[in-house]
């Protein structure tokens, strides 16, 4: 079900969980078959290309700057993004740098994009700043669409405070995600959990799939973290 | 208390600075500090207050040394090369007996080095940092939660001491997100009419020069003893720190601070699964520095190891603290490189056998 869709834009608010959403994506995908482009020119820390040289040993191609190039802090994109979007023998996940700010990189490929066809995707924390109601919601959306050219047609709920996440925190973000869906005629389509949080818990109450989220984007005191942070 | 909300450091420390009262930011972007200026310039004019991005970062420290002159509650931030072109300012405040609180999300060096996380800046930040006779206290948070803590607490050692205050981040805590709540209420500012220009008492105003040009070596002698007794008390009242794990006697104390703490953490627990009692001291003040604590934590153990983010910088005061009372060795890691705890529980485990 998650991997509907043979190119998935995932978009949201600034710190909403983009990158983890999208990088979880591309770990259920098909080896061989399987593209995650980074496009974040936003974020120094905490990009999906951290994790390049784990998912290509794994079969998933992750493109975006490369060399010292991936280190850096301008706002540069790989040379290989038009090709993987153009490559329809691959299901294409990319990730998109936060806000209208980070959706804008988008604009460029709008055409590539809807030629190909697509699904875009807001993903929505409730515990982030100026996130917090359905009205703020379908503003981040409307001005994310206008930034990019392009229409999300699905809402992902994806309330946490990491560790910290209650099933209050995951049912309030499923409530104004799916509020915020239903008043602008979009599909809510999914609640994301971290796996390690489902068995505390227990069964939240909401009106959508749950999607169990691995953590892949580990800060480099939590173990398994090495990879991300020895570059 | 709010909700808790998830937050970047960068954006959460900002939001404490502005919640604590602060009205008055100057600043000059740079990664990986750019979310507080960005935050800023966002939330600062709907806050009523003054949001300005200089032409440069020698710009914004006097533009803050200009408000805190005026009584403003006033903050700047930037990161290592940045802080580096503030360090002129940052001496001439402190020259000034002035209150204002500076951010330093550091990345790697020397020069412009790179924008992973470091703590190479120890030495400047704990030794005055620009020219002349002077400290300013040093505050290193290791959360997202503390780093917030720490603006409203800055400014109160500000104002309590008329000194600039550091408040010592890295890349790591200024992008890393953490759940983070801020409380309802803050202390009030102090009143600024003991050194503020333009304030009245009882109706009059009060005649303050603020200068930090003393000709006459007997009276710049005269202000700097003046600048030492203040820091005597500082370091009488302001010394902070957190003992992990030292309940029981250990066999190894790490002395570490900010985000290498963290790392040390997670070892300090592995190790105590298999055995090895391993003891944490994490200096929050790194000036003040707490010798003594560090001195009674060390007693009784077989070695101390310092573990930082750089090449052996607060190792010195380490030994200051140990004076050769006890063998130390140290442990780092340069070039924005962070330990992995599996790296670092090896490396304590093989001092520890």
């Known amino acids: 079900m998650e991997n509907e869709g043979s190119l998935v834009i995932v978009t949201g608010c600034y710190g909403s969980g983009k990158t983890e959403y999208a990088v979880n994506l591309a770990a259920a995908g098909e080896p061989g078959r399987t593209m995650l482009v980074d496009l974040d020119v936003v974020n120094p820390y905490f990009r999906s290309r951290d994790l390049r040289d784990e998912f290509s040993a794994r079969g998933i191609d992750v493109v975006a700057p490369e060399g010292s190039f991936s280190h850096a802090d301008v706002p540069m994109l790989s040379r290989r993004v038009k090709g993987a979007l153009r490559n329809t023998e691959k299901r294409v996940i990319i990730d998109v740098g936060g806000d209208p700010m980070g959706a804008r990189a988008l604009a460029r490929f709008s055409g590539t994009i809807k030629e190909r066809g697509y699904r875009m995707r807001l993903v929505v924390n409730t515990r982030r700043?100026?996130?917090?109601?359905?009205?703020?919601v379908l503003d981040m959306a409307a001005r994310i669409e206008a930034a990019s050219g392009l229409v999300i047609q699905e809402l992902v709920a994806n309330s946490h405070l990491m560790e910290e996440t209650t099933r209050e925190v995951v049912e309030e973000g499923a409530a104004v995600a799916g509020e915020a869906a239903r008043q602008s005629g979009r599909d809510f389509f999914t609640v994301c959990v971290l796996e390690d949080l489902l068995p505390r818990l227990g069964e939240p109450r909401v009106q959508a799939r749950i999607f169990a989220l691995k953590k892949h984007l580990r800060k480099p005191w939590e173990p398994g973290s090495g990879k991300a942070w020895r570059i | 208390m709010g909700d808790k909300i998830l937050m970047k450091g960068n954006e959460a420390v900002a939001e404490a600075a502005i919640r604590a009262g602060c009205r008055h930011y100057y600043a000059y972007p740079i990664t990986p500090q750019s979310e507080l200026i960005e935050y800023m310039a966002r939330q600062m004019p709907l806050a009523g207050g003054t949001f300005l991005q200089a032409e440069s970062e020698v710009a914004a420290i006097n533009m803050v040394l200009g408000a805190a002159a005026c009584g403003m509650r006033v903050m700047t931030s930037s990161s290592s090369p940045g802080i580096s072109l503030k360090q002129e300012g940052i001496s001439y405040i402190a020259a000034c007996r002035l209150p204002a609180v500076i951010v330093n999300v550091q990345r790697g060096g020397p020069g412009l080095g790179n924008i992973a996380p470091m703590q190479a800046d120890y030495?400047?930040?704990?030794?005055?940092?620009?020219?002349g006779d002077y400290y300013t206290p040093v505050l290193s948070p290791s959360s997202v939660q503390e780093f917030a803590d720490m603006a409203p607490l800055a400014?109160?050692?500000a104002e309590e001491y008329r000194t600039p205050v550091v408040i010592f981040a890295d890349g790591m805590l200024g992008q890393m997100m953490e759940p983070v709540v801020f409380p309802d209420s803050y202390a009030p500012?102090?009143?600024?009419?003991?050194?503020a220009l333009g304030c009245k008492r009882e109706g009059e105003f009060c005649n303050h020069i603020i200068n930090s040009l003393f000709i006459d070596p007997a009276v710049l002698d005269q202000k700097t003893r003046e600048l030492f007794a203040e820091y005597d008390r500082i370091r009488q009242n302001e010394i902070r720190y957190e003992r992990y794990n030292l309940d029981e006697q250990p066999s190894i104390l790490v002395v570490s601070t900010g985000t290498a703490a963290r790392v040390v953490k997670s070892a300090v627990d592995a190790l105590a699964e298999e055995g090895i009692k391993v003891g944490l001291l994490r200096p929050i003040t790194l000036w003040p520095f707490p010798y003594q604590a560090v001195a009674e934590a060390a007693r009784g153990v077989k070695?101390?190891?310092?573990?930082?983010?750089?090449m052996g910088q607060m190792e010195q005061d380490v030994r200051l603290a140990l004076a050769g009372s006890c063998e130390t060795a140290f442990v780092g890691k340069a070039g924005g490189l962070v330990f992995t705890p599996e790296e670092l529980t090896e490396i304590i485990r093989g001092y520890a056998s």
Request: no cysteine.
């Open chain 2, 155 to 157: 400014f109160e050692i």
């Open chain 2, 189 to 195: 500012q102090k009143d600024p009419s003991a050194w």
């Open chain 1, 129 to 136: 700043p100026q996130n917090r109601t359905v009205e703020e």
């Open chain 2, 303 to 310: 070695k101390v190891l310092t573990v930082e983010l750089n």
């Open chain 2, 123 to 131: 030495f400047q930040a704990t030794r005055g940092g620009g020219h």
